[in-house]
């Protein structure tokens, strides 16, 4: 973006250049005009108690019927958002795709069905679907029952082809591939991809070990010892560890287990994606009373094949809610690439959808200031966003017809989402609409404060520093004063914003 500077006629002398440039300092830089003394003096005296300087922040404050910020302190700065990048995913996907949007999951059938016996394949073909739980896949598996295929003589045939995208297997963000927010996205994606492991105390004292799902390319060995006493989670002597690769895993629960405990809950990812879908189909078909023949095998729908059966996602409202009100990594990815594959045509890469985000958003005259998306999600080291971007986004989002949907996916302050133990005992309880971001380096706040007078006000704070995660106070504080609806001095200057 351009800027302008005062630059003085070629004809004056440099004495009468120096004179101008001094009367110029002495007007232009009151003691206001220090690093951040715009910002309110208990967000400043926070920051520097958490001793994060000035030069790692952005912040912006803004209500939504004034042309100008209240507060732009390094505003357009790219700085790494963290999870409050997933306000442009989600936004774009609200607006973009529509409200009544889903994602479809089809079944289709080669060879002809005799009897109760299908002689041919069974081909399952995914649309990016980010909520395809176990429940609903289960109901997906019913209706085929219902229609009389008991028996499948070919393989089971898995098309993923909707994005492009590689199923690799482990993947790690931070050195913990096995994390569930950790999981890449894929076309057919079924249960997240995850496995809940229960440790439960049984009568006559002893442990068992159980999954959900439980496809038999997973082991599960347990060597608890069941023990008694109170129980101390902290000095425990028990674990469970994960082992896997694209094929198989192993879950190992050993060590000595407090009864006292009571039942436990672990959940990871493991397997690739097609090795999963492929192990829950065969135990779900299973328990159905249904029998699968054939093996597993990758690829698209053959021409003339027959669809089965449908099942159809929950509209987007709803994922964008459970997105942004949980900071769901997974739901995020999903619907990144989703806005690629809709906006460019599929199969979407991570590539399509931040092109496809950033025209979207270009072609409505919403700044992009420092946008890099990766993967929509903020679980990213590379991903960025000016200050001045995310809340031009939120100021769009507010005058838009999908403001409402919006606003109530954010966590409420003080009652739910990752907002839900933040500023509860404070007149913000329930008056504001917040989402969080939070890496190692990096803590971010972006959302809407209702302040004390009804008026609606943007607020972004974004943090880039190694003491980042003790900034809480500062932008809890920074919340405070949007509240409070002042002005923080004698003039609303504007620190590195866009004018």
């Known amino acids: 973006m351009r800027q302008s500077y005062f630059r003085p006629p070629r004809s004056l002398s440099p004495g009468v250049v120096l004179l101008l440039a001094t009367l110029l300092g002495a007007i232009a830089l009151p003691t206001d005009a220090r690093p951040g003394a715009n910002l309110p003096g208990p967000v400043l005296q926070a920051f520097k108690r958490a001793r994060i300087p000035l030069t790692h922040v952005g912040v912006l404050v803004q209500e939504t019927g004034n042309s100008k910020p209240l ?140 999954t959900d799902p439980r496809p038999a390319q997973i082991e599960v060995l347990n060597q608890l010892t069941p023990t008694r006493g109170p129980c101390r989670v902290r000095n425990s002597k028990f674990g469970v560890r994960f082992y896997s690769d694209a094929a198989s895993a192993r879950i190992t629960a050993r060590g000595a287990y407090p009864l006292a405990c009571g039942k436990a809950v672990y959940e990871a990812s493991l397997l690739s994606h097609a090795q999963y879908v492929y192990g829950v189909f065969r135990q779900l078909w ?78 409505r005259g919403v700044d992009t200031e420092g946008l890099v998306m990766e993967n929509g999600s903020g679980l990213s080291r590379t991903e960025q966003i000016a200050t001045s971007a995310l809340g031009g986004m939120l100021l769009y989002a507010y005058a838009s017809p999908v403001m409402p949907e919006f606003i109530a996916s954010l966590p409420l302050v003080g009652v739910d989402g990752t907002m839900r133990k933040r500023l509860r005992y404070t007149p913000l309880k329930g008056r504001a609409h917040i989402k969080t971001g939070s890496l190692r380096g990096v803590k971010a706040i972006a959302g809407y404060v209702l302040n004390r007078f009804g008026r609606m006000t943007v607020v972004v704070c974004i943090i880039n520093h190694p003491n980042a995660a003790a900034g809480t106070v500062a932008q809890d504080a920074l919340l405070r004063f949007a509240y409070d609806g002042a002005t923080p001095g004698p003039s609303p200057l504007v620190f590195g914003a866009r004018r």
């Open 71 to 210: 507060i732009a302190w390094q505003a357009d700065r790219p700085m790494n958002p963290a999870s409050t990048m997933k306000l442009v995913t989600t936004l774009a996907g609200l607006a973009a795709l529509g409200p009544t949007y889903t994602w479809k999951t089809e079944v289709y059938r080669t060879g002809a069905q005799r009897g109760d016996v299908l002689q041919g394949d069974l081909i399952i073909k995914g649309y990016g679907d980010p909520k395809l739980s176990l429940e609903r896949f289960w109901l997906l598996l019913r209706d085929l029952r219902q229609r009389g295929i008991r028996e499948i003589r070919g393989d089971l045939v898995l098309d993923h082809g909707y994005f492009a995208v590689e199923d690799r297997f482990p993947v790690s963000f931070d050195g913990a591939p096995f994390r569930l927010y950790n999981t890449i996205p894929t076309a057919l994606l079924v249960n997240f991809k995850s496995i809940q492991v229960q440790v439960l105390p049984k009568v006559k004292g002893l442990v068992q070990v159980v």
């Open 286 to 363: 299973g328990e159905l009373g249904g029998q699968l023949e054939g093996g597993l095998r990758e690829g698209p729908v053959p021409r003339g094949a027959e669809r089965l059966a449908l099942s159809e996602s929950p509209t987007v409202v709803e994922v964008v809610r459970d997105i942004n009100k949980d900071s769901n990594n997974v739901m995020a990815r999903q619907l990144f690439l989703t806005l690629g594959a809709e906006i460019q045509g599929p199969p979407a890469s991570p590539a399509k959808a931040f092109d496809g985000i950033q025209g979207w958003f270009y072609k």
